[in-house]
């Protein structure tokens, strides 16, 4: 392939921007093996939760999430062993010292604190280890009613900033979409020091099963429809915010990653379709960004990222009202 699809993302040099995202994949050394040989420019390992430090084992475990989805054609093939997923300290510090012996690429941890103090102390634990970066996996559901909305978001960005100032390895932090101004929040994360914005976290939502009357736990994996609401926000931002964007959730195909470059993703990340179809995956969505833009006459990455974002529309807000009133009428009733 002639085209260049060499990526700056949070200031790591990467060989192209397709990157798998923290998974159980990343989570087991065989599997970084496979995603490496697969041609994985990056690895983004599993969050160590606070909880698994401070009881050992997890109290919020994702694998207490699975079960629902049907996993097409690897029906749990690709799955390592979920009660070796997110197991302990230990476990994930010997993860990350495999992996920085064992590859070559960037490794980038990722860490789900819940206070200060163990936030702080965790990321300068991990960051000795001598990691590449480090993602902040923010998991917040903000239900207490008499907190702010300012001070949800105060909450988020002190934390930012404090880290920070904590660790000097490249940050990036993991944002869910349900802020009530996303475009300033984007703008405050990188001035307090996030190098990069990793959008967007999927917040897991259970369901009511009605034969037990209980909250049955259920991870379903994404579906490429889920990009269009990443899609969105990178085009509102790319030019906007002093960072890199990485774009996760519903980047399944090389025609999804072409999307999200061109929106103004610096890289996209994968999880569920490496989880549904393996470790290949990656090397064929990461070849299919490169034909369609060697096709279409590109020299590089850079030179289509952002082609389809906002940055010459002066107000972003006005350019989603009319698409909006566009996408109504665009309904053709089949009465
Ligand atoms: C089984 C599973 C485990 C995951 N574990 C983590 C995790 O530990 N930390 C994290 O930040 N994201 C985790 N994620 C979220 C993924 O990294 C990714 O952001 C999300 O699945 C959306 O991307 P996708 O559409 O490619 O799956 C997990 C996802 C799945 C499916």
């Not at 939760?49 to 989805?69: C, P, T």
Request: proline fraction near 5%.
């Amino acid at each position: 392939m002639s085209v260049d699809l060499s990526t700056r993302y949070m200031g790591l040099e990467l060989a192209h921007p397709v990157v798998p995202s923290a998974s159980p994949l990343t989570g087991d050394i065989d599997h970084i093996h496979a995603l490496v040989d697969a041609g994985a420019p990056a690895l983004v390992l599993p969050s160590l939760f606070e909880e698994q430090i401070e009881h050992d084992e997890m109290a919020v475990h994702f694998s207490l999430e699975l079960g629902a989805d049907g996993f097409g054609e690897a029906p749990e093939g690709f799955f390592p062993q979920l009660d070796e997923y997110n197991t302990g300290p230990e476990d994930y510090l010997e993860l990350i010292r495999r992996a920085k012996a064992e590859v070559t690429v960037p490794v980038i941890a990722s860490l789900n604190g819940v206070s200060t103090g163990g936030w702080t102390l965790y990321a300068q634990i991990l960051a000795d280890q001598g990691i590449d970066g480090l993602e902040l996996n923010i998991y917040k559901i903000a239900a207490d009613m008499r907190q702010t909305s300012a001070e949800v978001e105060k909450s988020y960005l002190d934390l930012v900033e404090l880290i920070r100032k904590s660790v000097d390895v490249p940050l990036a932090v993991k944002i869910g979409p349900y802020f009530s101004s996303t475009a300033d929040m984007a703008r405050r994360f990188a001035e307090a020091g996030a190098d990069a914005l990793v959008m967007f976290n999927r917040f897991y939502q259970p369901d009511i099963d009605l034969d037990t009357l209980g909250v049955k736990p259920n991870l379903v994996l994404s579906d490429p429809v889920e990009l269009r609401l990443v899609l969105r926000w990178l085009a509102v931002l790319y030019g906007r915010v002093g960072c890199s964007m990485a774009a996760t959730s519903g980047i399944h195909s090389g025609e999804d990653a072409v999307k999200a470059l061109l929106a103004g993703a610096t890289v996209t990340m994968m999880a569920s379709a490496l989880l549904r179809h393996g470790a290949s995956r990656l090397g064929e969505v990461r070849d299919g960004l490169a034909s369609w833009l060697e096709e279409r006459g590109y020299e590089s990455v850079s030179q289509a990222r952002g082609s389809l974002s906002y940055s010459s529309v002066p107000d972003p807000g006005v350019f989603e009202r009319t698409s909006y009133m566009k996408t109504l009428n665009s309904y053709v009733p089949s009465w």
